[in-house]
């Protein structure tokens, strides 16, 4: 069983891998938060939009099959 699900593992691995570096930047970085620029307000509501939305509900759904495929390996060996 086990031996299935390690590729699995890491085809979820690396489609979350792609899916983040997919994912546009929320903030302007460490350099606005040092230097003040922008307003950097930690707790607004940003609504995600058309592709960023799927992107991002895509990533937490790999995330939470990336952590039920680790837990089921580590209890079938």
Do not use: C, H
């Not at 979350?16 to 509501?45: E, H, M, P, R, Y």
């Amino acid at each position: 069983m086990a031996n299935v699900l390690n590729p699995i593992l890491m085809i979820v691995s690396a489609l979350i891998i792609v899916l983040t570096l997919l994912q546009g930047g929320k903030s302007d970085g460490i350099s606005g938060a040092f230097t003040g620029n922008g307003g950097l307000n930690l707790f607004a509501n940003q609504k995600e939009r058309g592709s960023e939305k799927v992107i991002s509900n895509m990533t937490l759904v790999l995330g939470v099959i990336f952590f039920i495929l680790v837990v089921a390996i580590r209890v079938v060996k």
